[in-house]
């Protein structure tokens, strides 16, 4: 109830004070003599035998004598009211008999005269009771008026149990510094019982209080009672949903569900814990507390975002990994902002308390190569025995930057790789945990994105436990003004996970609530939301003065006793500790982090290797270090490419009918197959069954990539005759091949690139790609692109071997459908332009290793696949950025012979001229270097002007790292004097120039130009008008191959 729970507010407001109703009726009428009661029976059965009431005529039929023993109660065949009808003599001696001893008759008899005499019980000491609505029912059952009376009163009383079910959290006492409502608004539902006048809206007033009603199957306040006064009712429904918990859950479109939660927290007395496991939490409620309490002694100074406030999310999280681990969980990754890292990585993962304390030594040098990155973002993995369960558990927690809630599907990707390797179809040994702050929560895109993948079938984790920090503020931001929701939570709302609002200043609550998200995520397999309402004691983080902003908020914080002051007095006060006992926990952790803070004095060096989130032992030495650096070439026996040629052009699958225009292309990926040749989608094909083969998992996901935007995969077939009826070919080429798995996303490219960054996570033995609809797209996954695939090795030693597809062209689509924008992957791109490199040792397998990610624009088939495979077979992992083509897919000229694709062959990072101009390079005036769609629309110019002699067109497949090597054997394999030209479809200020410009001077040592062809600088990456676009191209083709474009100009 929103009753006085205010106190003294300091906003200085005065308080809103309702009324209690279990406190609100007056003294009762005294109870009836037995002998005026006997005389009103007497009259009433005698008025039965008259026929004098009006229910009574039309029944028809005698009254018989009935006088069976009263001690041995009323036959299942007579109820009270067919007694009273039937004979007063019957009645009296019933009466008489309960006089003596309630218990003398049948139980439906002992509620009968205690309603109608207006007592609970023969004692005429004890407070008498109004008669029961269900008993005079059954009497007056031929009163229409009084029928209808009870009827629609046990109707309002049902509805009355649902509002609060419905509607009760928004009166729940849940912030605990009792300013703030925590749904953000002071309106009181009016169908809650706040004032006795409410009981008005049901058709009751405050005689009704004490009726009894019976309870409907929907609610489990009862207990083991089938009936309660409406006075308990309301005193029990409050109890269970207007305390230090508010439920939301009535949104839930599963009868079973809801059921299940009002069991959990209707049942009366549910909310018991015994001495023991309050003594657990107590000690957990020491560590969390006195950790931010050592931190805050030693580096008072320093940033570190700690808990205070939301002490109690340490036992939280302890206490859902406990019962998780009982249900047979043996793996947990977890994801969180910065607030309260520390802490978690501390008392949670059990991350050793010197490696912590040493990251604030400002002296302490960096071991790794790369940036690493601030404390507070770190991650960790940990292997450990549950001192509760006794079983063995891992945890692992994933770094995270400071984008708030970027991890969440990172963290999803990662337990949904986890499960799928080790077969847990239903979650059952590995799950995830996401904590999250409420601004964030609220407002934050990815985290609806989040949600909408967690029952996709190729998405799903069956059921995450989310727990959100709720400071009721968000760093300087007011709640009331950073959400349109009443909530924090209400996304939540829209995948049916139930919400427990909780007051983290009653730990046990908190734990109680925890303990039934992890039974329902282990039950049901579904999401659940944890909202731990709390405070922020002090700024953003520990040097920001939050008074600037929330003055009233903080006074009041500064008043606030910490949750451990509390609940320790309340156990010494229950006598579940002494005051010795706890003083001695105290000072058993204070010891810890004494000895611990002198330990960490000793390490000089900080190797961020030891925080890795995701370690792959097995793949790299000790060290952590590639295990060779060399790379075998990645070419196939012609027996293979002949049998995934095959598969690829037939339906495996007997009885299933593919719609004719599939059969046209199978039949041509047959003729291809037999002519040696491959086209774009078979080389993908080949690709990827040619891993099946070895045993490495292939998963490729992103909006439409079964078919493929451009209709050109079609590796998931439909049957036309039978609905959901499907077949995919690849996962039949080889009895003991590995899964392929083809998936559809959502149409979301943040939540799902990350989903695919995570799973790739999990094991470097498997190729996880993510394809956008169109290259563009990603702009709307850049958080991912920057903070995890570009730096995640800088910052956090994590290698990822993560494969981005975007189709890349200009083709009159307008801006938004042409461009990938290469230019801002190149940009990220950390090889230094202005150094020419050492050449020794294998020169491309190091520079990929030095790299923080590899950029291709492959212009052939076999390339493709080349790369493709040269991704799993490198002995270490590196983001792949691949520009795939649109229009290319079916050129005739774009295609591969198997030739380019046989054992011995692997991928080019520059393609040399092939043409005339290859056997007379002195004689060439003019060196086109491009990459990508623009060869083909440069050789078919070439072609026509003749001048397939004077200039060579040379393909750069690689763009990142750049092959300095292959670029500078071609300039010097040519004419010295010839012009050095870049092309590019792009205009000047994207695509490639930029990059590229820099280093082909490095190449020449800046002796010598490098012109550009292209189109010129422009704000939109393409033209949306077609003739426009044509005279563009036809511009720069011209200049192309006018050898005196560029005399007379010197730069």
């Given at each position: 109830?929103?009753?006085?729970?205010?106190?003294?507010?300091?906003?200085?407001?005065?308080?809103?004070?309702?009324?209690?109703?279990?406190?609100?009726?007056?003294?009762?009428?005294?109870?009836?003599?037995?002998?005026?009661?006997?005389?009103?029976?007497?009259?009433?059965?005698?008025?039965?035998?008259?026929?004098?009431?009006?229910?009574?005529?039309?029944?028809?039929?005698?009254?018989?004598?009935?006088?069976?023993?009263?001690?041995?109660?009323?036959?299942?065949?007579?109820?009270?009211?067919?007694?009273?009808?039937?004979?007063?003599?019957?009645?009296?001696?019933?009466?008489?008999?309960?006089?003596?001893?309630?218990?003398?008759?049948?139980?439906?008899?002992?509620?009968?005269?205690?309603?109608?005499?207006?007592?609970?019980?023969?004692?005429?000491?004890?407070?008498?009771t109004r008669p029961s609505a269900l008993l005079q029912g059954?009497?007056?059952?031929?009163?229409?008026?009084?029928?209808?009376?009870?009827?629609?009163?046990?109707?309002?009383?049902?509805?009355?149990?649902?509002?609060?079910?419905?509607?009760?959290?928004?009166?729940?006492?849940?912030?605990?510094l009792g300013i703030l409502d925590a749904d953000l608004d002071s309106f009181v539902?009016?169908?809650?019982?706040?004032?006795?006048?409410?009981?008005?809206?049901?058709?009751?007033?405050?005689?009704?209080?004490?009726?009894?009603?019976?309870?409907?199957?929907?609610?489990?306040?009862?207990?083991?009672?089938?009936?309660?006064?409406?006075?308990?009712?309301?005193?029990?429904?409050?109890?269970?949903?207007?305390?230090?918990?508010?439920?939301?859950?009535?949104?839930?479109?599963?009868?079973?569900?809801?059921?299940?939660?009002?069991?959990?927290?209707?049942?009366?007395?549910?909310?018991?814990?015994?001495?023991?496991?309050?003594?657990?939490?107590?000690?957990?409620?020491?560590?969390?507390?006195?950790?931010?309490?050592?931190?805050?002694?030693?580096?008072?100074?320093?940033?570190?975002?700690?808990?205070?406030?939301?002490?109690?999310?340490?036992?939280?999280?302890?206490?859902?990994?406990?019962?998780?681990?009982?249900?047979?969980?043996?793996?947990?990754?977890?994801?969180?902002?910065?607030?309260?890292?520390?802490?978690?990585?501390?008392?949670?993962?059990?991350?050793?308390?010197?490696?912590?304390?040493?990251?604030?030594?400002?002296?302490?040098?960096?071991?790794?190569?790369?940036?690493?990155?601030?404390?507070?973002?770190?991650?960790?993995?940990?292997?450990?025995?549950?001192?509760?369960?006794?079983?063995?558990?891992?945890?692992?927690?994933?770094?995270?930057?400071?984008?708030?809630?970027?991890?969440?599907?990172?963290?999803?990707?990662?337990?949904?790789?986890?499960?799928?390797?080790?077969?847990?179809?239903?979650?059952?040994?590995?799950?995830?945990?996401?904590?999250?702050?409420?601004?964030?929560?609220?407002?934050?895109?990815?985290?609806?994105?989040?949600?909408?993948?967690?029952?996709?079938?190729?998405?799903?984790?069956?059921?995450?436990?989310?727990?959100?920090?709720?400071?009721?503020?968000?760093?300087?931001?007011?709640?009331?003004?950073?959400?349109?929701?009443?909530?924090?939570?209400?996304?939540?709302?829209?995948?049916?996970?139930?919400?427990?609002?909780?007051?983290?200043?009653?730990?046990?609550?908190?734990?109680?609530?925890?303990?039934?998200?992890?039974?329902?995520?282990?039950?049901?397999?579904?999401?659940?939301?944890?909202?731990?309402?709390?405070?922020?004691?002090?700024?953003?983080?520990?040097?920001?003065?939050?008074?600037?902003?929330?003055?009233?908020?903080?006074?009041?914080?500064?008043?606030?006793?910490?949750?451990?002051?509390?609940?320790?007095?309340?156990?010494?006060?229950?006598?579940?500790?002494?005051?010795?006992?706890?003083?001695?926990?105290?000072?058993?952790?204070?010891?810890?982090?004494?000895?611990?803070?002198?330990?960490?004095?000793?390490?000089?060096?900080?190797?961020?290797?030891?925080?890795?989130?995701?370690?792959?032992?097995?793949?790299?030495?000790?060290?952590?270090?590639?295990?060779?650096?060399?790379?075998?070439?990645?070419?196939?026996?012609?027996?293979?490419?002949?049998?995934?040629?095959?598969?690829?052009?037939?339906?495996?699958?007997?009885?299933?009918?593919?719609?004719?225009?599939?059969?046209?292309?199978?039949?041509?990926?047959?003729?291809?197959?037999?002519?040696?040749?491959?086209?774009?989608?078979?080389?993908?094909?080949?690709?990827?069954?040619?891993?099946?083969?070895?045993?490495?998992?292939?998963?490729?996901?992103?909006?439409?990539?079964?078919?493929?935007?451009?209709?050109?995969?079609?590796?998931?077939?439909?049957?036309?005759?039978?609905?959901?009826?499907?077949?995919?070919?690849?996962?039949?080429?080889?009895?003991?091949?590995?899964?392929?798995?083809?998936?559809?996303?959502?149409?979301?490219?943040?939540?799902?690139?990350?989903?695919?960054?995570?799973?790739?996570?999990?094991?470097?033995?498997?190729?996880?790609?993510?394809?956008?609809?169109?290259?563009?797209?990603?702009?709307?996954?850049?958080?991912?692109?920057?903070?995890?695939?570009?730096?995640?090795?800088?910052?956090?030693?994590?290698?990822?071997?993560?494969?981005?597809?975007?189709?890349?062209?200009?083709?009159?689509?307008?801006?938004?459908?042409?461009?990938?924008?290469?230019?801002?992957?190149?940009?990220?791109?950390?090889?230094?332009?202005?150094?020419?490199?050492?050449?020794?040792?294998?020169?491309?397998?190091?520079?990929?290793?030095?790299?923080?990610?590899?950029?291709?624009?492959?212009?052939?088939?076999?390339?493709?696949?080349?790369?493709?495979?040269?991704?799993?077979?490198?002995?270490?992992?590196?983001?792949?950025?691949?520009?795939?083509?649109?229009?290319?897919?079916?050129?005739?000229?774009?295609?591969?012979?198997?030739?380019?694709?046989?054992?011995?062959?692997?991928?080019?990072?520059?393609?040399?001229?092939?043409?005339?101009?290859?056997?007379?390079?002195?004689?060439?005036?003019?060196?086109?270097?491009?990459?990508?769609?623009?060869?083909?629309?440069?050789?078919?110019?070439?072609?026509?002007?003749?001048?397939?002699?004077?200039?060579?067109?040379?393909?750069?497949?690689?763009?990142?790292?750049?092959?300095?090597?292959?670029?500078?054997?071609?300039?010097?394999?040519?004419?010295?004097?010839?012009?050095?030209?870049?092309?590019?479809?792009?205009?000047?200020?994207?695509?490639?120039?930029?990059?590229?410009?820099?280093?082909?001077?490095?190449?020449?040592?800046?002796?010598?130009?490098?012109?550009?062809?292209?189109?010129?600088?422009?704000?939109?990456?393409?033209?949306?008008?077609?003739?426009?676009?044509?005279?563009?191209?036809?511009?720069?083709?011209?200049?192309?191959?006018?050898?005196?474009?560029?005399?007379?100009?010197?730069?």
């Amino acid at each position: 109830m929103k009753n006085a729970k205010k106190g003294a507010c300091p906003t200085g407001t005065e308080s809103r004070v309702t009324f209690t109703v279990t406190c609100s009726v007056g003294r009762l009428r005294s109870p009836a003599a037995p002998e005026a009661t006997m005389s009103q029976f007497r009259a009433f059965a005698g008025v039965l035998r008259s026929g004098g009431c009006p229910w009574w005529r039309g029944c028809g039929g005698t009254l018989s004598k009935y006088r069976p023993d009263p001690r041995r109660g009323c036959s299942s065949e007579t109820t009270p009211a067919q007694a009273v009808t039937s004979s007063s003599n019957y009645v009296e001696e019933m009466y008489f008999a309960w006089l003596e001893d309630h218990k003398n008759v049948h139980e439906s008899w002992d509620a009968f005269f205690r309603n109608m005499r207006g007592t609970s019980s023969p004692s005429a000491e004890e407070v008498p009771t109004r008669p029961s609505a269900l008993l005079q029912g059954r009497v007056l059952s031929h009163f229409p008026d009084a029928t209808r009376k009870v009827v629609d009163d046990h109707l309002a009383v049902h509805t009355l149990i649902r509002a609060y079910q419905i509607r009760g959290h928004h009166v729940a006492q849940l912030d605990p510094l009792g300013i703030l409502d925590a749904d953000l608004d002071s309106f009181v539902p009016s169908d809650l019982i706040t004032t006795i006048e409410k009981l008005g809206f049901y058709g009751l007033n405050e005689s009704d209080l004490d009726r009894s009603f019976r309870l409907p199957h929907t609610t489990f306040i009862g207990g083991g009672e089938t009936t309660l006064t409406l006075r308990e009712v309301i005193r029990r429904l409050e109890a269970s949903y207007c305390g230090h918990v508010g439920v939301e859950f009535m949104f839930i479109n599963n009868v079973n569900q809801c059921q299940w939660i009002r069991q959990k927290f209707e049942t009366p007395g549910v909310m018991q814990f015994a001495n023991a496991e309050k003594r657990t939490l107590l000690a957990r409620l020491i560590r969390s507390t006195r950790f931010e309490d050592f931190l805050a002694r030693k580096w008072s100074s320093e940033k570190r975002f700690g808990l205070e406030g939301c002490e109690v999310l340490i036992p939280a999280l302890k206490t859902i990994i406990d019962i998780s681990s009982a249900a047979g969980v043996d793996s947990v990754i977890m994801g969180m902002p910065h607030r309260g890292r520390l802490n978690v990585l501390a008392n949670v993962i059990r991350k050793d308390l010197d490696q912590i304390f040493c990251q604030f030594d400002p002296k302490l040098e960096a071991a790794d190569e790369g940036s690493g990155d601030v404390k507070y973002h770190l991650g960790m993995y940990h292997e450990r025995i549950n001192r509760e369960t006794d079983k063995n558990i891992t945890l692992s927690l994933m770094a995270n930057p400071s984008h708030l809630e970027a991890v969440d599907p990172v963290v999803q990707g990662k337990a949904k790789a986890e499960q799928f390797y080790r077969g847990d179809t239903l979650g059952k040994k590995v799950m995830s945990i996401l904590m999250h702050g409420d601004a964030a929560f609220a407002g934050q895109g990815v985290v609806y994105e989040t949600f909408h993948l967690s029952e996709l079938p190729s998405y799903t984790t069956h059921g995450t436990v989310h727990v959100v920090v709720n400071n009721q503020i968000g760093f300087t931001t007011d709640p009331r003004v950073a959400r349109s929701s009443p909530y924090p939570t209400d996304v939540a709302r829209v995948v049916n996970a139930p919400i427990f609002h909780v007051n983290a200043d009653n730990p046990e609550a908190v734990i109680y609530v925890c303990g039934v998200a992890a039974e329902w995520r282990n039950t049901f397999n579904k999401d659940v939301v944890i909202d731990l309402v709390s405070y922020r004691r002090f700024g953003h983080n520990e040097m920001d003065e939050p008074m600037f902003t929330q003055p009233l908020m903080y006074k009041q914080i500064r008043r606030q006793e910490p949750v451990l002051k509390k609940y320790s007095d309340k156990l010494i006060a229950e006598g579940v500790v002494t005051l010795q006992e706890f003083e001695e926990e105290v000072a058993k952790y204070d010891k810890i982090c004494e000895e611990a803070y002198t330990s960490s004095k000793d390490e000089k060096i900080s190797n961020i290797r030891h925080w890795l989130d995701s370690p792959w032992p097995d793949f790299f030495t000790a060290e952590g270090e590639p295990k060779t650096m060399s790379c075998p070439p990645t070419g196939l026996d012609e027996e293979v490419l002949q049998h995934i040629g095959r598969t690829a052009s037939s339906v495996p699958l007997e009885d299933f009918t593919i719609h004719p225009g599939l059969s046209r292309i199978l039949r041509s990926r047959a003729d291809l197959v037999k002519n040696r040749q491959l086209d774009w989608a078979l080389g993908e094909y080949v690709a990827f069954g040619s891993l099946l083969k070895d045993g490495i998992h292939v998963r490729l996901s992103g909006q439409d990539v079964e078919r493929g935007t451009f209709s050109h995969r079609h590796h998931v077939l439909h049957d036309q005759k039978m609905d959901k009826r499907i077949c995919v070919p690849m996962n039949h080429l080889w009895t003991d091949q590995a899964p392929y798995t083809v998936c559809n996303s959502s149409l979301s490219e943040y939540g799902v690139l990350g989903f695919e960054l995570g799973f790739a996570m999990a094991s470097p033995d498997a190729l996880v790609l993510w394809e956008a609809q169109f290259g563009d797209f990603h702009n709307t996954a850049q958080c991912i692109i920057d903070q995890f695939i570009s730096s995640g090795q800088a910052k956090w030693v994590r290698n990822n071997g993560i494969v981005l597809l975007l189709p890349h062209g200009m083709e009159g689509m307008g801006p938004e459908h042409s461009s990938a924008r290469p230019e801002r992957f190149l940009q990220m791109s950390k090889d230094d332009p202005d150094h020419f490199p050492d050449f020794s040792g294998d020169f491309e397998v190091q520079q990929l290793h030095d790299c923080n990610w590899i950029v291709v624009n492959c212009s052939t088939p076999a390339n493709y696949c080349h790369a493709l495979r040269r991704q799993i077979l490198l002995p270490f992992r590196k983001p792949l950025i691949i520009f795939t083509p649109k229009s290319l897919l079916r050129h005739p000229e774009a295609r591969s012979s198997f030739d380019d694709l046989i054992n011995g062959t692997r991928f080019k990072r520059l393609i040399p001229d092939q043409g005339p101009c290859s056997q007379s390079p002195d004689q060439v005036r003019r060196l086109i270097f491009c990459t990508g769609k623009v060869y083909y629309e440069l050789t078919k110019e070439r072609k026509q002007q003749n001048l397939e002699k004077e200039v060579a067109i040379i393909r750069l497949e690689q763009i990142s790292p750049f092959p300095f090597d292959l670029v500078r054997a071609e300039v010097e394999k040519h004419n010295s004097s010839a012009e050095l030209v870049w092309c590019q479809e792009e205009h000047k200020n994207m695509g490639y120039y930029d990059y590229v410009r820099p280093r082909f001077l490095t190449v020449v040592a800046n002796k010598r130009l490098v012109r550009y062809i292209g189109r010129d600088p422009a704000a939109a990456p393409a033209t949306g008008n077609k003739s426009t676009h044509l005279n563009e191209l036809r511009k720069f083709m011209e200049t192309a191959f006018n050898l005196s474009a560029f005399q007379g100009r010197k730069a």
